[in-house]
């Protein structure tokens, strides 16, 4: 782990996780997905996240991780059905809160708040007054049984947080296809995002809403897209200020991840450029 800290352009606070597959367990959660895909923009990245001791991070390699130790990592399981993705929690690391921001990175351009699991301190939203704050809140509208299923959940917090943020990306499956959550949301905050799967995705910006439809592909794994979609649309928006644009170029990215498993799916630089040059067309 580092113990020093250079200044950085995107800050993702939550939990790194450890998924269970059929191969074993390997490396996810929104921290890992968002973070890879802000380095492939050209982004110097940072997480603030919490890990087990001796959690191999190897493949976040280029990132600067400032990891809490925890007992354990935050371990899932998901179980894509042709009914939707069933999901199981089997830890829950520590939870995460602005004491453990490395000083330096207290101004970060952007910073996404990303938790998977309840582990963000809802008062993060209000801690950094110059940052442009993207929120992906599914970890806030989520619980969990005894058996450990992973149930939607009420998010109480959900007005102070959105009116804090600059912009919000969440999937329909998060709300269980509530449209009257999803209004009430849109209400709380400037820019708000409706991923929809195949079906592409919904903004909502000033009043107004518009649709995208994303290039069909082979989908082979759906796990991360989301999570690769919010972080290219909060880096374009914070660069060039257009919703309509950062919108179209997230939802080719994140149509993309799909084609292949896992972090694999996170976007390769040359593909940015490519998809960078064909929304201009």
């Not at 972080?231 to 994140?254: C, I, K, Y």
Request: aromatic content about 10%; overall charge negative; glycine content about 6%.
């Amino acid at each position: 782990m580092l113990n020093y800290y250079q200044p950085i352009d995107y800050l993702v606070i939550g939990h790194i996780t450890q998924d269970v597959t059929p191969q074993g367990l390997i490396l996810g959660g929104t921290a890992s997905y968002a973070s890879l895909t802000a380095k492939a923009l050209g982004l110097r990245v940072g997480i603030v996240t919490a890990v087990a001791p001796n959690t191999s991070l190897e493949l976040l390699d280029g990132i600067q991780i400032h990891a809490v130790d925890s007992e354990f990592c935050s371990t899932f399981e998901n179980i894509n059905t042709p009914h939707g993705r069933i999901q199981y929690i089997y830890h829950v690391a520590t939870t995460l809160d602005y004491s453990m921001v490395p000083e330096v990175w207290r101004d970060t351009p952007i910073v996404h708040l990303g938790p998977i699991a309840q582990e963000v301190e809802p008062n993060l939203a209000r801690n950094f007054s110059n940052s442009f704050i993207g929120l992906t809140p599914q970890g806030w509208l989520r619980s969990w049984d005894k058996q450990n299923r992973i149930h939607p959940s009420e998010w109480p917090e959900a007005r102070f947080v959105l009116e804090h943020a600059s912009a919000a990306v969440l999937s329909i499956e998060d709300v269980q296809g509530d449209e009257r959550r999803i209004e009430e949301m849109a209400s709380a905050i400037r820019i708000l995002v409706v991923t929809e799967g195949a079906a592409g995705c919904r903004l909502y910006w000033n009043g107004d809403l518009r649709h995208f439809s994303p290039p069909q592909e082979n989908e082979v794994d759906p796990i991360g897209a989301g999570d690769i979609f919010a972080t290219a649309f909060f880096a374009r928006l914070s660069a060039n200020h257009d919703p309509w644009e950062a919108a179209r170029f997230a939802t080719f990215l994140a149509a993309n991840s799909v084609t292949r498993p896992g972090l694999q799916g996170v976007p390769t630089p040359q593909e940015v450029e490519q998809y960078s040059i064909e929304i201009l067309d």
